[in-house]
């Protein structure tokens, strides 16, 4: 039976108002259920993209490419978008020939002398026909096999003969010794060589070295080699000098940091952060290491006082408040552009993690690099006329798509996809800095500077840390030559014990001669 309504309007109004905040209460619990389940999807969310994050980085590939299945769906949306879009549709993608076999391991193989020859021949019963008559040997079936023999430690003597007079008028007469690798010491610049690639290029601690040559002859104890090191980089600095010059001195720079351990004797018991500046200059192909204690913006300040030109980075703010602090004549001598690679990355992790929405921009991506990759080989003037209207038309439909996300009520503000749209709205201009009139010269991306940091990033997992942080520039310096020597395409080794005798006899006004840069020229 229903309830009976009171007559009085007074009574009437006082439960009226009571149902009202009795539907305010109801409609406030709901709105807060509403927040905190959006929160908490929120939170699981990104609970799950952190776990996936973490089992992709310890299990999973390293590479950054998608399946092409999973961003077929997006062409779509990506299509829809340039329907409404002024700048006129990219020209179609060029097809390349497929290559044709490479010939570099049969190069290779022949390159290599032979040292060991086997003779397998027929037993004498069957070198005869069918009709008793012998056969004739009319050819030789020759089988190639790659083998290899444990490296050798070998001794070499330096003979000085002595001279004497038979009246004794005077002292015996001995020629000087050349200049050595480490005075005093009786150490070639071979092993020398050796040693310093097995540390700073294939990242076997010194420890482990000693080990290894143990197996082969004497015995090195890791103090002892240790000083060999220290007395490598030393004979290396004046090239580290002449390759900072190169990097200061070009129109064009990436930039990069990466951390690494450090033993600190103010911090006992514990290892510190250090890190490694890198700056590389893609048109000399130099590359330069900065061993610092900090990532402040101190040591890119310092090096962007001596630089003028384009300077690629991340989206770091270290680099942002350097070139803030900088004067304003030297500000406007430098145009900063970021990475598209690192805008990417987000949008890739969005993808992963489970929000589709990411796709379309990841098309335009890839659109991008494809034009990039047919663009490769074509001059930087070129590069810079192509990139005017092939890639601002992919360019300007992903900046629209871009601002139509963040209007999205759909894509939660610290969502996975939000976090990406607002890094590549965030640096747009810096982002298609590339793409400006006059900036052929200049990569998509800053991929080079984090290729020639991968070196110290195996060796900093095998050695754990550097020593001591007065020890820091040993790395800094080899890291550079090394480094330097991969991008002029010249061997290692070869450079190395070419350079080390000659800057053991150089003076500071002839090590110049010594650089990478000179040795790749002499090697043509």
Sequence with gaps: MSATLPTDPAQLQALLAAERAAHAVTQLERDTARVLLQQTTLERDEAKAKLQALLKRYFGRSSEKLDPNQLALAWAAVEADLAVVTPPPPTPPVVCPPRTPSVRRARRLEDLPVLETITVDLPAAQKLAADGSALVKIREEITDEVDYQPGKLFRRQIIRPVYASPQHAGPPQVAPLPARVIPGGQVGPGLLAHVLLSKYADAQPIYRQ?????????????????????????????????????????????GDETPIRVLDPARPGAAREAWLWTFLAPEP??????????????????????????????????????????????????????????????????????????????????????????????????????????????????????????????????SALAKAVGYALERWPELTRYAEPNH????????????????????????????????????????????????????????????LPRLAAATNLTAHEFTPQRFAKLAR
């Design 210 to 254: 000693a080990v290894m040559l143990n197996r082969l002859g004497p015995g090195f104890t890791r103090q002892a080699m240790g000083q060999w090191v220290e007395h490598g980089a030393g004979l290396l600095r004046p090239i580290y000098r002449e390759l900072q010059k190169v990097v200061e001195g070009s129109r064009y720079c990436q």
């Design 285 to 414: 192909q130099v590359v330069v290491f900065d061993f610092q204690l900090t990532r402040s913006h101190e040591p890119a300040l310092a090096f962007l006082r001596r630089f003028a030109g384009v300077f690629q980075t991340d989206g770091y703010a270290g680099y942002l408040k350097a070139l803030r602090l900088l004067p304003e004549p030297d500000r406007a001598k430098i145009v900063h552009a970021n990475c598209m690679a690192h805008c990417r990355r987000p949008f890739v992790a969005a993808l992963e993690a489970g929000d589709d929405r990411a796709a379309p921009f990841l098309a335009y991506l890839g659109a991008l690099y494809r034009v990039e990759a047919e663009l490769r080989d074509v001059t930087p003037a070129e590069r810079a006329q192509a990139r005017g209207t092939r890639a601002t038309a992919w360019l300007a439909p992903m900046h629209q798509a871009l601002q139509r996300a963040t209007n999205d009520p759909a894509i939660l503000p610290q």
């Design 440 to 499: 052929g010269h200049v990569h998509i991306d800053s991929n080079a500077v984090e290729n020639a940091i991968r070196p110290s990033a195996v060796g900093k997992k095998n050695f754990l840390f550097v020593g001591h942080p007065n020890a820091g520039w040993r790395s800094a310096v080899i890291y550079s030559i090394l480094g330097t020597c991969k991008l002029q395409g010249v061997n290692e080794w070869h450079y190395l014990t070419w350079a």
